[in-house]
C-alpha cells in the first residue's frame, strides 16, 4: 500500500460522537486525500491537502473536517458522526502535479 | 467483506481468455486517466495510467487504450488469471489532481 497506513482499520461508535481517523505516509508526498466508498456511488472525495495546513473540500465534505500539520498525516475528523457516515474510508498520497495517487487499506466505520 | 457496490456490470471470463473492461468518461478537458483494481476488503491499486497524448499503453499483461473522440477508455487483460479477479475502476485526472472515478466493473475469472 505505498507506504500508507490508516488507523483504525474498523471501528463502530454511536451517533452523535466525533469520530477522528487518521492517515500517515512514509512517502513524503505532498498530496493526500479522504474519500469514502459506497455501494452505488463509488469513490467520492470528502477533503484533500496539497501542503501542510493547504486543505480544501472536495465533493462530500459537509459533516467532515481535516488537518494536515505535517506531511506525513492527514487526519479526517466527524465532529458528529451521523448513520449516513456510515462507510469506508480510503486515504491517498500523490507526489505534486499530475501524478498517480496511490491508496491505503481503509478504515471501516460503522455508525450505529 | 465487500466494499463496492452491489449490482455493478460484471464481466465473466475464462481464465486463460483475454479481459476488455470498458469505461466512458465525462471530461473532455481531462488529460490523465489512471485504471485502479480493488480486491475485496482492500484499497484500490493503481494498473496502468495514460495521458491524453497517447491512444495506447502497454504495461505487464494489460494495455489501456484511449479514445478522445468519443471520450472512451479500455483495459485489456491478457491470459486472465484467477489473480484478476476483482472490480477495476477507471479514473480520470482534473483540476487540483482530482480523480473522478467511473462505477466499476466486476471482473469474475472463470476456472
Known amino acids: 500500500d505505498a507506504g500508507i497506513t490508516q488507523s483504525p482499520r474498523h471501528k463502530v461508535t454511536e451517533t452523535g460522537t466525533p469520530v477522528t481517523l487518521r492517515c500517515h505516509q512514509t512517502?513524503?508526498?505532498?498530496?493526500m486525500y479522504w474519500y469514502r466508498q459506497d455501494p452505488g456511488h463509488g469513490l467520492r472525495l470528502i477533503h484533500y491537502?496539497?501542503?501542510?495546513?493547504?486543505?480544501d473540500k472536495g465533493e462530500v465534505s459537509d459533516g467532515y473536517s481535516v488537518s494536515r500539520s505535517k506531511t506525513e498525516d492527514f487526519l479526517l475528523t466527524l465532529e458528529s458522526a451521523t448513520s449516513s457516515q456510515t462507510s469506508v474510508y480510503f486515504c491517498?498520497?500523490?507526489?505534486?502535479?499530475?501524478?498517480?495517487?496511490?491508496f491505503g487499506p481503509g478504515t471501516r466505520l460503522l455508525v450505529l | 467483506g465487500e466494499s463496492v457496490g452491489l449490482h455493478l456490470p460484471t464481466l465473466s471470463v475464462q481464465e486463460g481468455d483475454n479481459s476488455i473492461i470498458n469505461c466512458a468518461y465525462s471530461?473532455?478537458?481531462?488529460?490523465?486517466f489512471i485504471w485502479y483494481k480493488q480486491e475485496s476488503g482492500k484499497g484500490p491499486q493503481f494498473i496502468i495510467d495514460?495521458?491524453?497524448?497517447?491512444d495506447k499503453r502497454q504495461g505487464q499483461r494489460v494495455t489501456v487504450l484511449l479514445n478522445k473522440t468519443v471520450k472512451h477508455l479500455s483495459l485489456q487483460i491478457a491470459a486472465t488469471q484467477p489473480g484478476d479477479s476483482a472490480v477495476y475502476f477507471c479514473?480520470?485526472?482534473?483540476?487540483?489532481?482530482?480523480?473522478?472515478f467511473g462505477g466499476g466493473t466486476r471482473v469474475l475469472v472463470k476456472p
Open positions: 512517502e513524503n508526498h505532498r498530496y
Open positions: 479514473a480520470e485526472v482534473g483540476a487540483g489532481n482530482k480523480l473522478t
Open positions: 491537502s496539497y501542503g501542510v495546513k493547504d486543505t
Open positions: 495514460i495521458r491524453s497524448n497517447m
Open positions: 471530461n473532455s478537458a481531462s488529460d490523465y
Open positions: 491517498a498520497i500523490s507526489g505534486s502535479g499530475m501524478e498517480t495517487q496511490y
